[in-house]
């Protein structure tokens, strides 16, 4: 197992613009989180999916967010019509039931800038 | 809510001194505590945990005791070297019944190390 990917790891777009980024969790962990960190700042938590379910969303997640994890595996995060303020490092992570969801293994993030 | 608050930086040190990076919390419940550590263009990385108070976690000579009585968790190593140059991040998350275990970061402490 290689861990957390993510992908892509960069992206520019144009403000106005949809992305689209996919995070691929260690296999067999149930638990997956998305969180976004900007620059000087800790990593704020926007959702997370226990397999395909989605439990909780933060106030931080607006309405261009949507966050899926069709059948439990992979999850995407959509942003739609971009805006400058969203220019942030976006995290996954994932954790197993076998250690008590205490430990969460992060990926390399994926880089977004909007110009 | 919960919150962490840690020892703003930069911090920077010869080679072989001895680090403390000050961490404290607010939490509501129960929290366990942890220190990540974000290399130079890599993803998080767990460094040590500590689940219960008085617990003392522990990796690559680094130590941090969870201290209820001061809601404190800071982060110590005896002898600093150059690989441990990143940024470190003190986080909990809740971890009582029915708990999302989703993680509160502090802002992050940059630390230089020269040789």
């Known amino acids: 197992d290689t861990g957390v990917s993510q992908d892509p790891r960069h992206k520019i777009t144009k403000r106005g613009q949809n992305v689209t980024f996919r995070c691929d969790p260690i296999?067999?962990?149930?638990?997956l989180y998305w969180y976004r960190q900007t620059l000087g700042q800790g990593p704020e938590f926007l959702t997370y999916?226990?397999?395909?379910?989605?439990?909780?969303k933060s106030r931080l997640l607006s309405d261009r967010f949507s966050a899926e994890r069709p059948k439990g595996s992979f999850s995407t995060l959509e942003i739609q019509r971009t805006e400058q303020g969203d220019s942030a490092m976006y995290l996954c992570?994932?954790?197993?039931?076998?250690?008590?969801?205490?430990?969460?293994?992060f990926g390399q993030g994926t880089r977004l800038t909007v110009v | 809510g919960n919150s962490v608050t840690q020892m703003e930086g930069p911090v920077t040190l010869s080679e072989e001194a001895f680090l403390t990076i000050n961490c404290t919390y607010t939490a509501t419940g129960y929290p366990s505590l942890f220190w990540y550590v974000q290399y130079p263009g890599e993803g998080l990385q767990l460094l040590l945990k500590?689940?219960?108070?008085?617990d003392k976690g522990s990796n690559k000579g680094f130590e941090a005791t969870y201290r209820k009585e001061t809601t404190s968790f800071h982060l110590e190593k005896g002898s600093v070297q150059v690989s441990d140059s990143a940024v470190y991040f003190c986080a909990l998350s809740e971890t009582s019944g029915g708990s999302n275990y989703k993680l509160t970061f502090g802002k992050g402490t940059l630390l230089t190390v020269n040789p």
């Open positions: 296999s067999e962990h149930n638990r």
């Open positions: 500590a689940t219960k108070a008085d």
């Open positions: 992570a994932s954790s197993s039931y076998q250690t008590g969801y205490t430990e969460a293994f």
């Open positions: 999916f226990q397999n395909e379910a989605q439990l909780e």
